[in-house]
Nanobody, 123 residues
Framework: QVQLVESGGGLVQAGGSLRLSCAAS????????VGWFRQVPPKEREFVAAISWGGGNTVYADSVKGRFTISRDNAKNTVYLQMNSLKPEDTAVYYC????????????????WGQGTQVSVSS
């Protein structure tokens, strides 16, 4: 069982930056690919970014390419999402998720999820 806890959300003005963290409880965290998703109810969860177990492979949604960067520190069991040049449309609850598969974009392929952290971007 993998427990994930997100942190770092908050309120920021458009053009600002936030860094989200996803801390994992498992000692085998380095075996998992990790993805970030976001959701604005009632819409479905939207893929944002994913990173492979070793960090060598990353995938981004077109809407965040060039603005967001995903990274990980396996020694700290933590994955980060650096978000720059934030826009009001980035406002959502952000979730991290883990899978033993290669980095994938479908939420259905992730087995473990955190509780989410709210990101709000004002115009």
């Amino acid at each position: 069982q993998v427990q994930l806890v997100e942190s770092g959300g908050g309120l920021v003005q458009a053009g600002g930056s936030l860094r989200l963290s996803c801390a994992a409880s498992t000692l085998t965290f380095s075996r998992y690919s990790v993805g970030w998703f976001r959701q604005v109810p009632p819409k479905e969860r939207e893929f944002v970014a994913a990173i492979s177990w070793g960090g060598g492979n990353t995938v981004y949604a077109d809407s965040v390419k060039g603005r967001f960067t995903i990274s990980r520190d396996n020694a700290k069991n933590t994955v980060y999402l650096q978000m720059n040049s934030l826009k009001p449309e980035d406002t959502a609850v952000y979730y991290c998720a883990a899978t033993l598969r290669s980095p994938v974009v479908s939420a259905h392929d992730y087995n473990y999820w955190g509780q989410g952290t709210q990101v709000s971007v004002s115009s």
